[in-house]
């Protein structure tokens, strides 16, 4: 779930002729149903791989194709349509790219309307190109993305995976949801102030085996996480996360490391901080397990009530902290910012996020949380019920602060 950034926003979507240019009808309807006002500019190859109609139908607006009419016969008032355009929206997607359109771009053609409309452009500019694996890194392709960046553009970078032609490699369209993600955080004003930093991540429950059929677990969703994993790569950073099980999905781009127990998270956590600058361990830890695993399924026969518990390792505690950012969570139910501080106290870390479970559509499963960031100091940043898209980011702010 999004945030209410789009709401109201002017979007123009730029269409480039690209066999993923089908995904763009995707882009537009959940832009829209996100309360985003989207008009798109298609180039004349475009219409190879899309009717436009389509996208008119999708956006409820206009499309643009041609810079002229096709005809002039019966007189024709055209303005500077390409400067209102320009003018009017609050952040342009091209989506999919095309190397021949980000070329254009680069060296400032502007012999279509696409084209056109970029070089008048006043907001920022998010591309997402997509080639077939050779196009997409051929050293000029490269060469013209790294120039687009330096004149501002977001990018979106392609993603590996089948491709059109038969092949498996780097060039497919990143998804819509990751592009939707991207515009969000530009909407939103985060900027990419994590590049070149390391952020370990953990999400999600640990499963407790009682036996193979049954387990002690907890109502985690890993929602919070993978948010954070995601606006944590979109701001810049290299992230790897670590989850218990997990119906959430996470970009290709990012590191799964995907585990079951309390455990095996230790046991990831150890491996992957020393190369990390950063944890933030969101993952709700089984503070109990079994003593012992069964090997066959308890009968009901059998006293399953009398299972011994004991405590699984404190991760947070047990970690070796030196040089190293430490984010934990804390999940309460009363006297919250006191237990909260005690935590942060207790682990000797350096923030702590407050979730109520008193809040209504906070905590455990849903979409949106409410959090309160508390620091060393003892400093309480509280923050409104949100998106957890928003809150991860809230979240890395107080984090980049710090690093």
């Known amino acids: ?93 091209i989506a999919p790219a095309t190397t021949n359109t980000i070329a254009k771009i680069v060296h400032g053609f502007c012999d279509n309307a696409l084209t056109t409309v970029v070089s008048a452009l006043r907001c920022p500019l998010l591309v997402a190109p997509a080639a077939d694996m050779d196009m997409y890194s051929n050293k000029v392709a490269q060469s013209n993305f790294a120039k687009l960046k330096e004149l501002g553009a977001h990018i979106v970078e392609a993603e590996k995976g089948h491709l059109a032609s038969g092949l498996s490699g780097i060039g497919r369209l990143a998804d819509p949801e990751k592009i939707i993600d991207a515009a969000e955080i530009i ?8 590049v070149g930093k390391k952020i370990l991540v953990t999400a999600g429950p640990t499963y407790e085996d009682i036996d193979p059929v049954r387990f002690i677990g907890n109502r985690s969703s890993g929602k919070m996480g993978y948010n954070i994993a995601k606006a944590a790569f ?129 905590g455990f499963e849903f979409d949106t949380n409410k959090i309160s960031v508390i620091s060393r100091s003892g400093e309480v940043k509280s923050y409104p019920v949100m998106s957890k898209f928003q809150a991860a980011n809230q979240i890395l702010s107080e984090l980049h602060g710090l690093l």
């Open 1 to 93: 779930m999004h945030s209410d950034s789009f709401a109201g926003k002017k979007i123009l979507l730029g269409v480039t002729g690209g066999i993923a240019a089908y995904k763009s009808c995707l882009l537009v309807r959940n832009l829209v149903n996100l309360g985003a006002e989207v008009r798109v500019i298609m180039t004349p190859s475009a219409l190879q791989f899309i009717a436009p109609l389509t996208l008119s139908t999708l956006s409820g607006n206009e499309v643009i194709i041609n810079i002229f009419p096709e005809s002039q016969v019966n007189g024709v008032s055209l303005k500077t349509w390409h400067i209102e355009y320009a003018l009017w929206a609050d952040l342009m997607i």
């Open 187 to 194: 909407l939103s004003g985060f900027t990419r102030d994590l």
């Open 234 to 362: 979109l701001r810049g950073a290299e992230v790897t996360l670590i989850s218990g099980p997990s119906a959430e999905k996470i970009y290709t781009d990012i590191n799964l490391v995907k585990i079951r127990s309390a455990s095996e998270m230790k046991q990831a956590v150890d491996e992957h901080l020393k190369e990390n600058d950063a944890l933030i361990m969101s993952a709700a830890v089984a503070d109990y397990r079994p003593e012992t695993k069964k090997n066959k399924k308890i009968k009901k026969e059998e006293n399953i009530a009398g299972i011994k518990l004991i405590q699984t390792d404190d991760i947070l505690s047990c970690i070796d902290k030196k040089n190293k950012i430490i984010v934990g969570f804390a999940l309460e139910t009363d006297n919250e910012i006191d237990n909260a501080k005690k935590k942060l106290s207790t682990k000797n870390i350096d923030l702590i996020i407050l979730n109520s479970l008193n809040e209504q559509n906070a």
